[in-house]
C-alpha cells in the first residue's frame, strides 16, 4: 500500500520557522515531481511549492523568498524550509508525489500565532 508520511508541522510564533518532511512507504516506481499545497479553514487548496526530479521549482508569490523546497530523490522524498511565518501561511500542508498519478500526504497541520 502506498503512503507519503509527513512530518515537521505544529505551533510556532510568527517570524519562526518550520520545516515539514514528505517521503513515501511503498512507492517504487521513479517520482517526476513532488511539492506542497496547503488549505486553510474557508479557503481553497494552493500550490505552496514544487519541484522536478532535476531540482527545478517554483512558489506561490506568498511564499517567494520565505519558504524553500528541495528534493532527495535517493530517498524520495521532499522537504519545506519555512521561514519568516506569518499568520496566513496556518493551515493544513499536503504533499504530493507525482509518478505515473498523483499520491497525496494525510495533511499535517501548521499554526503560526501573532
Known amino acids: 500500500q502506498v503512503q507519503l508520511v509527513e512530518s515537521g508541522g505544529g505551533l510556532v510564533q510568527a517570524g519562526g520557522s518550520l520545516r515539514l518532511s514528505c517521503g513515501p512507504s511503498?512507492?517504487?516506481?521513479?517520482?517526476?515531481?513532488m511539492g506542497w499545497y496547503r488549505q486553510a479553514p474557508g479557503e481553497q487548496r494552493e500550490l505552496v511549492a514544487a519541484?522536478?526530479?532535476?531540482?527545478?521549482?517554483n512558489y506561490a508569490d506568498s511564499v517567494k523568498g520565505r519558504f524553500t523546497i528541495s528534493i532527495d530523490n535517493a530517498k524520495k522524498t521532499v522537504y519545506l524550509q519555512m521561514n519568516s511565518l506569518k499568520p496566513e501561511d496556518t493551515a493544513v500542508y499536503y504533499c504530493?508525489?507525482?509518478?505515473?498519478?498523483?499520491?497525496w500526504g494525510q495533511g499535517t497541520q501548521v499554526t503560526v500565532s501573532s
Open positions: 519541484i522536478t526530479r532535476g531540482g527545478a521549482s
Open positions: 504530493y508525489a507525482d509518478t505515473y498519478r498523483r499520491y
Open positions: 511503498g512507492i517504487t516506481l521513479s517520482i517526476n515531481s
